[in-house]
């Protein structure tokens, strides 16, 4: 990786996001990585409609970041409180996992966090069977709240229900 730039996505990024975030999450090309759901969720991760509501949605920001012309990862940051934001689809290219780029997005999206909504606190969910994932988010200083949240299918699978992990900024 030469020099990352991070930047907020537009309207404009869609058509690259959506299938780097489906190639981390879903399916055999996710297997080149470690965060992957690819073992436990078969359907798509998210869809181009779903990405534009957030983009334009003023409580919420999706850092992009780029080596060069290539996007090789994002993250989502959410208003969700006065003092507190929700971190989601951490995402980094698969070939590119281990390579710190995921620190560096998270180091981002706290970041931006507190500039941009005032957050003292940033909370996040990982599926409870994702032991390895939680234990690297608890490496940078997220610890369980104790609370957990069903995963949003109908019906519903215990299977996947998240954890509550939160930080103070």
Known sequence: MSEVVFRAATSNDIAALHPLIERAYRGETARAGWTHEADLLFDTRTSAEELA??????ARVILLAHDGEALIGCVQVARAGQDLAYLGML??????????????LLDAAETEAVARFGARRMEMTVIHRRAELIAWYRRRGYAPTGETRPFPVDPPRPELDFVVLEKAL
């Open 53 to 58: 509501g957030l983009i334009v949605d003023p």
């Open 91 to 104: 995402t980094v290219e698969p070939t590119l996992q281990a390579s710190g780029l995921g620190r560096r």
